[in-house]
Structures are given as structure tokens and as C-alpha cells.
């Protein structure tokens, strides 16, 4: 829900070597779920139209292999769980240190490799 954070997320993704789509609402992220199949979502608790949480949702009703990282400012105890028991592999909440959440997304990437 934060265009800069968001390009923020794209530059350094991109210069670890991720290739990137970016959209700014539930609706394009499942769009682009299933337009592209990608190995990782990171999605935000707070987009528009659909929450990160009915995404994680929907996306784990096709699909349990795609890794899914939940990035938001609401960081509650309780919007952890619900992102976790949403079907999220992980819940980084902002403010978000860049080597924290690439060593989480690595770590993510290792479980794959299992």
C-alpha cells in the first residue's frame, strides 16, 4: 500500500537478481498469481480492494508450493497469527531493515531447495 516502499522493495530485489512484478492492489496480485506463477509473493496486509490476508487465502486454496512473505506495518500479535494461519510463510512487519527481509526471502528460497 506504500508506492515507495514498494519501489524501494523493486530495486533491491532486482539487484539481488529477482526478477519483479509489481501491482498495487489484491485484485493484480492474484492477477499476477496467476498470470505468472512466481516462486515468491510478498504481500502487504493493508492493499486495496482485496487484503494480503483473502490473497494468501485464495492463492493457498490452488496453491501450497508458492512461497508467501506477509510485509506490513500492522504488527500485532494477532495480525501475525491471522497472516500465519492465512497460509503465509512468513510476517516481517515495517519498519523492516533491507538485509533482514533479504535474509528472510533467502531463507524462504533454502526451504524450496529441500
Known amino acids: 500500500d506504500d508506492h515507495d516502499i514498494t519501489n524501494l522493495l523493486k530495486r533491491m530485489l532486482e539487484i539481488e537478481g529477482y526478477s519483479v512484478v ?24 493493508s492493499m486495496p480492494i482485496k487484503n494480503g490476508v483473502e490473497v494468501c487465502q485464495e492463492i493457498r486454496q490452488e496453491d501450497t508450493e508458492t512461497l508467501i ?9 494477532t495480525n501475525t497469527v491471522i497472516g500465519l494461519s492465512a497460509g503465509a510463510d512468513a ?4 519498519p ?3 538485509r533482514e527481509l533479504l535474509a528472510r526471502i533467502k531463507s524462504l528460497f533454502r526451504r524450496l531447495e529441500i
Not at 509489481?22 to 506463477?37: F, I, K, M, P, S
Not at 512473505?69 to 500479535?77: A, N, S
Not at 510476517?91 to 515495517?94: E, R, S, T
Open 22 to 45: 509489481v501491482v498495487h492492489d489484491g485484485q493484480a496480485a492474484l492477477d499476477a498469481y496467476r498470470n505468472e506463477r512466481p516462486a515468491l509473493m510478498v504481500l502487504d496486509i
Open 69 to 77: 512473505l506477509m510485509l506490513t506495518g500492522q504488527k500485532t500479535q
Open 91 to 94: 510476517y516481517v512487519p515495517k
Open 96 to 98: 523492516f531493515g533491507s
